[in-house]
Structure formats: structure tokens, C-alpha cells
């Protein structure tokens, strides 16, 4: 038995087996060889299994996800069938008597420097799917096995180093029964997913790749944050009864699932969800979400070889906005970059990716990009209630040149005959200090305000969202962030405006009597933590909490802010 603390990133207990997702190792030593027939039929079979596995992730993808995200391994496939890739690697294992894995390196390498190097995308594009592929041999060759999470089809416990965010789109729901990471915090968007899909993770605990091997049996406990490896049979027992009580504790929350949100005093509070995927709308209806406070439209360009068409967005959008019936739904403009890759956009390697040539910065050098994204969501409009929201806005310009385009946008469909509705909000996420410290005068020219504290906090503490090293400062209490909190929602109000939060601060049981107090006007979260959050709401006052704002604001570390809390509310 072992047992790893780590961040509790989305509750609930998980019993299986650990499935390892980790990139295995492929060294080899590079000699000479004497029966070149005998390394080029080793090559032949590494690559037979190489494509009876893609086969099989290609019709599991086609399946599960569509024929676009299937896309990927169809060219992959391709590759693995070309004789122009093929056949040098054969020549170099006869003629030059190299062994198999170094002769499908340097004969991969070199085509992917000439790819790389090409001025045409799609060119670009094939040097990634080689560099995938050969990996894949290789591993094959080396007889190591190679994961392949998309194939996954009997329940695991998946332990990473981390989840990008495409790994963990490719993740079978049935199957992966939860995830235990290295590294990653409660704002990592692994844990975020994990809080989507509802599976129980734990994130941030250094060592758990090192520490579980393949099938061992692992207990995740996404309410304390622990991972047990090998339990013992007391554990087990124990830790089935926690679960059980945590399905007991669902139920009762559950009751409250078709109710208004109100506080002791008689206040109604709007409890929206945060969802990636059109599919995780149904996860925010079941929860009893009153709306979608922020859709993360950036999952729609990941996993996938490029960029999804103006006609595959405005289905996604059509279909949030359809599930949602007349209930909001604030869709946020593409946010990649930091942590989000798309490695078709090709995305130059930053220093400070977080600080640098992301979301709205991206967005608007980049109009062919842009547009699409903004015509298709105009299109849906008509068929619910639709806000668009844009992220990263650092100064008023941005803001001004985004919605000119998105006007700019509305006038050329309605002259090409499209129907577009009158009644869309436009608004803007507060994720930078220097937004929040001006929202007076944003707030003359947005609809509404989204405070995006996962960023906020990162940016004020000057402290990676990421790094456990610095996790210590990532304090959503500290008095630096009411402040500034406050200056966001008071902004609004004085213009009449609105102010939501949409970082994973608007869900956190110590935060939200504070936000409450602070007139924070629509609370959006995971959707599992919406009934949680009302039944919560239903035991506090919001005038009590009301007449502690200035105390709050004027305290000063997240410890006095923290213990004061809890005082008034437990
Ligand atoms: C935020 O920064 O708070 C936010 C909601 O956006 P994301 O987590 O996607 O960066
Ligand atoms: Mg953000």
C-alpha cells in the first residue's frame, strides 16, 4: 500500500485499475547489423501492428467522436503506406546494414525537416503526423507498448504526468473511471475537463507516474485528494463506504435540481454551468443549471488536424444553444494558446506562453481565423440566447477592434440573407489586472463582465496556475483579488451592467458567501458543483455577508479572510 497526496481536482471516489499514459522511453543503441532480411521483416511486422492499431483507433474515433477527429489517423495511416517513406528506410537497412530503429529515424527526420520547412500548411501539417507515426514504430520495434487512450475499453484509472487537453478529449467517459496527474492544479484544464466529465481526479501530486505500475489497483479520492496504490482490504472497505456516501450526498443535492437558487433572505442568485463540448450542456441541465455562463469553444479546434469549418462551428453552437431552450448561453471566442496547443495553427514555442500570442492577441492578427468562428456564431444565434464573450482583453482597443469585426460580420451575413438576432450581448472576460483595474471605463462599452479568476489570480500574484512550486500564491482569498473583484462588479452595477465569474472561484464553497456579499450577479462553475453551490446558497444571508464587505476588503492576508469566513458561515 501507498498513498500520494495530491490536489483535489473533481470529487467523487474511482476503484480500478491503473492504465499508464505515459510517453515510453525509446532508446536503442545504434550498431550495425549482418542479415539485413531479418531487421527489414522486423520493420515490416513493427509496422503491421503499427496500422492494425491505428485501424482500430481510427474506427473507435469515427465512432465516439465523428469523421473529422477521426481524420488524424487516416493520415497517419497514409504515411505508414507510403513507399517514398517506406522504401529509403529499407535501402539504408541494406545497403548501410543499419539497424531498423535507426534507420527509420534518420529517414523520418529527414522528411520531417523538409516538411517543416515548406511554406504551404498542409505540407506542415504531414511533418507532425510523420514524427507521430515513427514513434510508433519505433516503439513497436523496441517492443515497448505504446498508449493509445482512445482504445481503452474496460475500466482504468488513467495516471499521467498530465492531460493535455486533447488527451483528455480522446478519453472513453465509460471506461476511465478517473485520472491521477504529476503536475496541474484545480485551474488546470485537465482538472477542468475532469470536473466535466464527472470523473473523480486528483492533480499535482509529483510522483504518481512513478509510483503505480500498469493494472495495479489505485483509489482515487477526488474529496481529499488522495491517491491509494495496492489498498489494503480495510481501505477498500472503507473507501467503498466513503463512496457510497458521497452517491447518498449527490441524491440530496439532486433534490434541488428543478429549483430557483435562494439565499436564507430571500435573494435569487443565478446558477449557470461552464462546459468544453456541446455534450457537456446535457451535464449542466442535469445539474440544474439555469444557463451556460461560459462555453470553452477552443475544445472544438483541439484533437483534431485542423481547423473546424464555419458550417462544423455553427452546428456545435446551434446545438448549445438549442439544449439550453431560452436559458443564456455566453460563448467565449477562441482561447488558445498557455496551456492550449493547436498544433495546426502552428503556434510559435513562447518563453511565457500565458504572458504571450494568445486568444483575443491571436484572434485578431489572425481575422481568417477569427471571422469563421464569429459568422458562425451569429448564424446560431436565432436559436436561443446567445452572449458572445470575448477572452485575454487587456485594453479597451482590443475590445473596440473585436467588436467592430463582429459588426462588421453581422452586416455582411444579414446582405448575404442570413438571419441574425438583434438581442446578443457582447461582453468581455476580466482575466487581467489591468481590465479589472479600469473596469469603470470598460464598463461604459461591454454588456456584461465574466470574471475569469483562474487567469486573474495568476496574472495578480504573478504565479504559474500550473506550477505546484509557486502554488502557495495562488490564493483566490487574498485581499488583492476581492479588491479587485469588487472594483469589477461595483463597475458594473454603476453602469448598469452585469457581472458574472466564470473562473473556478465562482464554485469554491469558501468564495462564494464572499461573492455573495460582494453583489456578484451570476455565479458560473462546473457542473457538478451547481447543486453543492445552492444548497450552500440556501444556508447564508446575503445581507449578512453584505455588511462584511468593506471588513473583507480592508483585511489583509487570505488567512484572516479565510478563518473569518468560516466563522461567519459555519
Ligand atoms: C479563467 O481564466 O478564469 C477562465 C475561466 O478561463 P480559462 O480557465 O479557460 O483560462
Ligand atoms: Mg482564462
Same mark, same amino acid.
Given at each position: 500500500?501507498?498513498?500520494?497526496?495530491?490536489?483535489?481536482?473533481?470529487?467523487?471516489?474511482?476503484?480500478?485499475?491503473?492504465?499508464? !499514459?505515459?510517453?515510453?522511453?525509446?532508446?536503442?543503441?545504434?550498431?550495425?547489423?549482418?542479415?539485413?532480411?531479418?531487421?527489414?521483416?522486423?520493420?515490416?511486422?513493427?509496422?503491421?501492428?503499427?496500422?492494425?492499431?491505428?485501424?482500430?483507433?481510427?474506427?473507435?474515433?469515427?465512432?465516439?467522436?465523428?469523421?473529422?477527429?477521426?481524420?488524424?489517423?487516416?493520415?497517419?495511416?497514409?504515411?505508414?503506406?507510403?513507399?517514398?517513406?517506406?522504401?529509403?528506410?529499407?535501402?539504408?537497412?541494406?545497403?548501410?546494414?543499419?539497424?531498423?530503429?535507426?534507420?527509420?529515424? @534518420?529517414?523520418?527526420?529527414?522528411?520531417?525537416?523538409?516538411?517543416?520547412?515548406?511554406?504551404?500548411?498542409?505540407?506542415?501539417?504531414?511533418?507532425?503526423?510523420?514524427?507521430?507515426?515513427?514513434?510508433?514504430?519505433?516503439?513497436?520495434?523496441?517492443?515497448?507498448?505504446?498508449?493509445?487512450?482512445?482504445?481503452?475499453?474496460? @475500466?482504468?484509472?488513467?495516471?499521467?504526468?498530465?492531460?493535455?487537453?486533447?488527451?483528455?478529449?480522446?478519453?472513453?467517459?465509460?471506461?476511465?473511471?478517473?485520472?491521477?496527474?504529476?503536475?496541474?492544479?484545480?485551474?488546470?484544464?485537465?482538472?477542468?475537463?475532469?470536473?466535466?466529465? @464527472?470523473?473523480?481526479?486528483?492533480?499535482?501530486?509529483?510522483?504518481?507516474?512513478?509510483?503505480?505500475?500498469?493494472?495495479?489497483?489505485?483509489?482515487?479520492?477526488?474529496?481529499?485528494?488522495?491517491?491509494?496504490?495496492?489498498?489494503?482490504?480495510?481501505?477498500?472497505?472503507?473507501?467503498?463506504?466513503?463512496?457510497?456516501?458521497?452517491?447518498?450526498?449527490?441524491?440530496?443535492?439532486?433534490?434541488?435540481?428543478?429549483?430557483?437558487?435562494?439565499?436564507?433572505?430571500?435573494?435569487?442568485?443565478e446558477l449557470v454551468g461552464n462546459i468544453g463540448?456541446p455534450?457537456d450542456a446535457?451535464?449542466v441541465?442535469?445539474?440544474?443549471g439555469e444557463g451556460v455562463g461560459l462555453y470553452r469553444t477552443e475544445?472544438?479546434?483541439?484533437?483534431?488536424?485542423?481547423?473546424?469549418?464555419?458550417?462544423?462551428?455553427?452546428?456545435a453552437y446551434?446545438?448549445v444553444l438549442?439544449q439550453m431552450g431560452d436559458k443564456p448561453v455566453v460563448v467565449r471566442t477562441l482561447d488558445?494558446?498557455?496551456?492550449?496547443?493547436?498544433?495546426?495553427?502552428?503556434?510559435?514555442?513562447?518563453?511565457?506562453?500565458?504572458?504571450?500570442?494568445?486568444?483575443?492577441?491571436?484572434?485578431?492578427?489572425?481575422?481568417?481565423?477569427?471571422?469563421?468562428q464569429l459568422?458562425?456564431l451569429l448564424?446560431a444565434s436565432?436559436y436561443g440566447n446567445l452572449k458572445i464573450m470575448f477572452p485575454?482583453i487587456?485594453?479597451?482597443?482590443?475590445?473596440?477592434?473585436a467588436?467592430?469585426?463582429l459588426?462588421?460580420?453581422?452586416?455582411?451575413?444579414?446582405?448575404?440573407?442570413?438571419?441574425?438576432s438583434?438581442t446578443i450581448e457582447v461582453g468581455i472576460m476580466v482575466e487581467?489586472?489591468?481590465?479589472?483595474?479600469?473596469?469603470?471605463?470598460?464598463?461604459?462599452?461591454v454588456d456584461f463582465f465574466s470574471i475569469g479568476?483562474?487567469?486573474?489570480?495568476?496574472?495578480?500574484?504573478?504565479?504559474?496556475?500550473?506550477?505546484?512550486?509557486?502554488?502557495?500564491?495562488?490564493?483566490?482569498?487574498?485581499?488583492?483579488?476581492?479588491? !479587485?473583484?469588487?472594483?469589477?462588479?461595483?463597475?458594473a452595477?454603476? @453602469?448598469?451592467k452585469w457581472a458574472g465569474m466564470c473562473g473556478?472561484?465562482a464554485?469554491?464553497?469558501?468564495?462564494?458567501?464572499?461573492?455573495?456579499?460582494?453583489?456578484l450577479d451570476e455565479f458560473s462553475m462546473s457542473a457538478?458543483?451547481i !447543486?453543492?453551490?445552492?444548497?450552500?446558497?440556501?444556508?447564508?444571508?446575503?445581507?449578512?455577508?453584505?455588511?462584511?464587505?468593506?471588513?473583507?476588503?480592508?483585511?489583509?492576508?487570505?488567512?484572516?479572510?479565510?478563518?473569518?469566513?468560516?466563522?461567519?458561515?459555519?
Amino acid at each position: 500500500m501507498k498513498q500520494l497526496k495530491g490536489i483535489a481536482a473533481s470529487s467523487g471516489i474511482a476503484i480500478a485499475k491503473a492504465y499508464q !499514459l505515459v510517453a515510453p522511453e525509446l532508446t536503442y543503441t545504434k550498431k550495425t547489423i549482418d542479415n539485413p532480411e531479418a531487421e527489414i521483416t522486423r520493420l515490416d511486422n513493427a509496422v503491421e501492428i503499427s496500422k492494425r492499431e491505428l485501424e482500430k483507433i481510427k474506427e473507435h474515433t469515427l465512432n465516439e467522436l465523428g469523421a473529422e477527429h477521426a481524420e488524424i489517423f487516416s493520415a497517419h495511416l497514409l504515411v505508414l503506406s507510403d513507399p517514398e517513406l517506406i522504401n529509403p528506410i529499407k535501402d539504408k537497412i541494406t545497403n548501410e546494414k543499419t539497424v531498423a530503429e535507426a534507420a527509420l529515424e @534518420e529517414v523520418s527526420s529527414m522528411f520531417i525537416d523538409m516538411f517543416e520547412n515548406m511554406d504551404n500548411e498542409y505540407m506542415r501539417e504531414r511533418a507532425a503526423d510523420i514524427r507521430d507515426v515513427t514513434k510508433r514504430v519505433l516503439a513497436h520495434l523496441l517492443g515497448v507498448s505504446f498508449p493509445n487512450p482512445a482504445l481503452i475499453d474496460e @475500466e482504468v484509472i488513467v495516471i499521467a504526468e498530465d492531460l493535455t487537453p486533447s488527451d483528455t478529449a480522446q478519453l472513453n467517459r465509460q471506461f476511465v473511471k478517473g485520472f491521477a496527474t504529476d503536475i496541474g492544479g484545480r485551474t488546470s484544464h485537465s482538472a477542468i475537463m475532469a470536473r466535466s466529465l @464527472e470523473i473523480p481526479a486528483v492533480v499535482g501530486t509529483s510522483e504518481v507516474t512513478k509510483s503505480v505500475s500498469q493494472d495495479e489497483l489505485v483509489i482515487i479520492d477526488g474529496i481529499d485528494g488522495h491517491v491509494i496504490i495496492n489498498p489494503s482490504d480495510e481501505q477498500l472497505k472503507e473507501y467503498k463506504k466513503k463512496q457510497e456516501e458521497f452517491e447518498k450526498q449527490k441524491a440530496l443535492w439532486a433534490e434541488l435540481k428543478d429549483e430557483p437558487t435562494f439565499t436564507s433572505d430571500g435573494e435569487q442568485i443565478e446558477l449557470v454551468g461552464n462546459i468544453g463540448t456541446p455534450e457537456d450542456a446535457q451535464g449542466v441541465i442535469n445539474n440544474g443549471g439555469e444557463g451556460v455562463g461560459l462555453y470553452r469553444t477552443e475544445f472544438l479546434y483541439m484533437g483534431k488536424s485542423e481547423m473546424p469549418s464555419e458550417e462544423e462551428q455553427f452546428e456545435a453552437y446551434k446545438s448549445v444553444l438549442e439544449q439550453m431552450g431560452d436559458k443564456p448561453v455566453v460563448v467565449r471566442t477562441l482561447d488558445v494558446g498557455g496551456d492550449k496547443e493547436l498544433p495546426y495553427l502552428d503556434l510559435p514555442k513562447e518563453m511565457n506562453p500565458f504572458l504571450g500570442f494568445r486568444a483575443i492577441r491571436y484572434c485578431l492578427e489572425n481575422e481568417q481565423v477569427f471571422r469563421p468562428q464569429l459568422r458562425a456564431l451569429l448564424r446560431a444565434s436565432v436559436y436561443g440566447n446567445l452572449k458572445i464573450m470575448f477572452p485575454m482583453i487587456a485594453t479597451l482597443e482590443e475590445f473596440r477592434k473585436a467588436k467592430a469585426i463582429l459588426l462588421d460580420e453581422k452586416e455582411n451575413l444579414r446582405n448575404e440573407g442570413h438571419e441574425v438576432s438583434d438581442t446578443i450581448e457582447v461582453g468581455i472576460m476580466v482575466e487581467i489586472p489591468s481590465t479589472a483595474v479600469i473596469a469603470k471605463q470598460f464598463a461604459k462599452e461591454v454588456d456584461f463582465f465574466s470574471i475569469g479568476t483562474n487567469d486573474l489570480i495568476q496574472y495578480t500574484m504573478a504565479a504559474d496556475r500550473m506550477n505546484e512550486q509557486v502554488s502557495y500564491l495562488y490564493q483566490p482569498y487574498h485581499p488583492a483579488i476581492l479588491n !479587485l473583484v469588487n472594483n469589477v462588479i461595483e463597475a458594473a452595477h454603476s @453602469e448598469g451592467k452585469w457581472a458574472g465569474m466564470c473562473g473556478e472561484m465562482a464554485g469554491d464553497p469558501i468564495a462564494i458567501p464572499i461573492l455573495l456579499g460582494l453583489g456578484l450577479d451570476e455565479f458560473s462553475m462546473s457542473a457538478t458543483s451547481i !447543486l453543492p453551490a445552492r444548497t450552500q446558497l440556501k444556508g447564508i444571508s446575503k445581507k449578512e455577508m453584505a455588511s462584511y464587505k468593506d471588513k473583507l476588503l480592508s483585511m489583509s492576508t487570505a488567512e484572516e479572510v479565510v478563518a473569518f469566513v468560516k466563522e461567519k458561515t459555519q
